[in-house]
């Protein structure tokens, strides 16, 4: 292969001397904005970048103003049109262009339960393409944490979480980013099963079918923060 050319997943490949996308042996047509975001990430692959270092270099390249709400809109563009990258989303505002071979590991997919399973971050998925968003798999940090069984959560939408405590207002934010189909972190008041009150700080994230770029589950991370919140 030519030094110039970085394989980004199967059949696709990224020319960094002409900072050109070539799906299937076909040219893509990229925007401006595109093609710098994705030659910034691509001399990033398999690392984290935060979107503060993308909008910075968009800035600078292209002498013009991005937020961090245009760079998440650009990402999401990009990844819509081009469902072959392996564009991560990664707590705390990071991106992650993932080489497609990394994650097509066989033995690491066999693992990934497992690695949900011990995960200390209490994380549950939902379907939002079956019946009222429901969860279908909680792990055990998450049973932990809410005092609930696998077989209590499963086939129930989140909101029993909140239980009576209808009036917080990050509720809506959670309401919108699930109605657009976005990734969200909020705090939310959640109660569990024994009724004592815990604030979470919960990562939302949509994830998509790479190929039809349909939504299929949500991704739930939650962090315990009561006891800093308790301090303030
Ligand atoms: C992955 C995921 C995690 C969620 N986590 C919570 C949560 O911890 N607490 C909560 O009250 N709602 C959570 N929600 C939102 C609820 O499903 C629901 O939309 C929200 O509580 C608003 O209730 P409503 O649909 O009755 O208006 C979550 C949704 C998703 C998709």
Known sequence: MKDNLVQLAQH???????????????YVKLTASQTNLL???VENLNRPVHSIDIFNELTHLLCKEYSLKSVRNLISTLRKSVPSLNILNIYGGYYMLRKENASSNVEFKDDLYEILEQSISPTIITNPNEDDNHIIYANNAFIELFEYTFEEVVGHNCRFLHSDDTEQLALDEVRDAIHEKKSITVNLHNYTHSGALIYNEVTISPIFDKKSGKLKYYLGIYKDVTTTQRLM
């Open 39 to 41: 030659a910034h990430l």
């Open 12 to 26: 696709c490949y990224w020319d960094r001397e002409f900072e050109s996308l070539t799906v299937g042996g076909n």
